[in-house]
């Protein structure tokens, strides 16, 4: 069984490859390469797959993972500027893929090694990744 928390949170990035000239920056990364940086809304879904508890009924408390999330990921990076802002993309294009295993990597850490662990993350309506590690 798995279960899902879904957060979201917004912040600024800028699609940049400082090995590409600015023609081939601007033709791989199109409106993403803004030198200005633009925003998007992220949406976050961490998905954790175990097993219930007979105690208490729950495969993991929402709390402690909503805490676990506010604490590793939104303080982070809720209202930052991605490239600027965070130790993470500094050498690290924060393209949606690098973000979500970012976010993975960070929550794993954390989290109990009796749970699975994937997260989704949404950068429109449209456009998501998913990542478990692999
Ligand atoms: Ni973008």
């Known amino acids: 069984m798995k279960v899902c928390r ?3 949170f917004n912040a600024a990035h800028r699609l940049y490859n400082p090995t590409f000239d600015d023609a ?8 993403c390469n803004n030198p200005n940086f633009h925003g998007h809304n992220y949406v976050l879904e961490t998905w954790i797959e175990g097993e219930i508890d007979q105690e208490t009924g729950y495969l993991i408390d929402l709390k402690i993972l909503s805490d676990l999330i506010n604490e590793e990921v939104l303080e ?9 802002d965070r130790p993470e993309f500094k050498d690290l294009i924060p393209t949606v893929e690098n973000i ?3 976010i993975w990597n960070k929550l794993r850490a954390k989290l109990d090694s009796k749970y699975g662990l994937e997260v989704r993350l949404w950068e429109t309506d449209r ?8």
């Open 6 to 8: 879904r957060e979201t």
């Open 24 to 31: 081939k920056n601007e033709l791989i990364f199109g409106k």
């Open 76 to 84: 982070a990076f809720d209202h930052r500027n991605l490239n600027l």
């Open 100 to 102: 979500a295993v970012v």
């Open 127 to 134: 456009n998501s990744v998913f990542y478990d590690g692999k």
